[in-house]
């Protein structure tokens, strides 16, 4: 009996987390890659779930050990960003981006941690939201944690905000930067410290965004 129950208990480990099952998506996910991250939601508005999912490549000729400072091998493996719709007869691909979503690891700087933040690709609210963080463990003081929004327009995922959040972490002063691609407006915020809120005197001001207001993922590019 006390057998049975742990050959039971084995059959029915769950997947570890950070290693969600392929699953229903098993199909999408071509040979020599594993599934990273996957985020449920509504884009289109027609009542059902849609998906984002995050793909990394598995090649062990770009996973390579560091001399100098960093303790861990680097992870230089390519990640996919894919945007499936969900159709009545299945998922139909809405976008396939291999050069946005950064590598786990730096070749120009192997003090950067992975950039990509837990469930930092979600769809909530019917925005495709992504979410990166840009910090050294060694040899810098400075952090940046930037949020990408998206919203599906005919067919594209357009850029409708992008927000930036950038502070040291030794002296806790940081500077926030939000931008509305809708309104063409930046919202600009200063003075605040991370450490001492009570302190913060913050300053607040806009300006009109230059370039581009009509921006959209597929000819974005973070590489």
Known sequence: MRSNLILLLFLTTPVLAGEPSSGQFKDWIPSGWKLLQT???DLNKDGRDDVALVLEEKNPKKIKEDNNLSPLPLNFNKRRLLVLLREKSGYQELIKK??????????????????????????KKGVLQIELNYWLSCGGYGTTHETFKFRLENDRLRLIGRDSLSFSRNSG????????FLTGQEKIITGRNKFEKELSNPKISWKPIEGKKEIYLDEMTLK
């Open 173 to 180: 002063d940081q500077e926030e930067n939000s931008k509305n």
């Open 98 to 123: 291999d050069d946005f979503l950064p590598s786990e690891s730096s070749e120009e700087n192997s003090c950067l941690v992975d950039p990509l933040v837990e469930k930092g690709v979600k769809i």
């Open 39 to 41: 985020s449920k939601g």
